[in-house]
């Protein structure tokens, strides 16, 4: 994916017998998604108008996807992440950032220190964890993004500084 596009939502599933989708969206105001649109498939190859159904569905929303008009359609989108063009999205106060910005910064510790880059952004319903690897790491650190964790995000530099507590490594 560009990074001219970010990830709004995915296709959970299909919703009735008349093409109806869950969608499952990743906006800070769930229904939200429908306005960013077009919607792009990763690879850019398909773009959907989304109009919302239902507000809440199991796993979602209730949305209609233009070109979508049977459950066989709907059930062959399952799983679909859903993009939007980086310039239909709001642009965000200094301290919030679109999980995509974060993946693939370097993480350092409050000495300068290279601890690894950041590989995903988790969010398990508590708060979001970057999933930072680096060399000689066996396995991720799960470091809660905090302000207190991660006192120091800056984009442009590519980096991320962590005052990671003893025991978290």
Not at 6 to 32: M, T, W
Not at 81 to 98: Q, T, V
Not at 147 to 158: E, F, H, N, R, Y
Request: aromatic residues 6%.
């Amino acid at each position: 994916m560009t990074p001219d596009r970010i990830c709004v939502g995915a296709i959970a599933g299909s919703f009735g017998v008349s093409g109806e989708v869950r969608l499952k969206s990743f906006c800070a105001a769930p229904e939200d998604v429908a306005a960013y649109g077009p919607l792009w498939t990763e690879d850019g190859s398909r773009s959907f108008t989304v109009k919302l159904t239902r507000a809440s569905v199991s796993g979602g929303l209730g949305a209609r996807l233009s070109g979508v008009a049977t459950k066989e359609q709907a059930d062959a989108l399952k799983g679909t992440s859903l993009y939007a063009d980086r310039d239909r999205l709001p642009s965000l106060p200094d301290d919030e950032f679109y999980h995509a910005d974060l993946i693939g910064l370097a993480v350092q510790d409050t000495g300068g220190a290279v601890i690894g880059t950041v590989q995903a952004v988790h969010n398990h319903g508590a708060g979001d964890l970057l999933e930072v690897m680096g060399p000689g790491m066996k396995t991720a650190l799960l470091l809660p993004f905090t302000q207190a964790l991660v006192p120091t995000v800056d984009i442009k530099a590519g980096k991320i500084v962590a005052d990671i507590p003893e025991g978290l490594e």
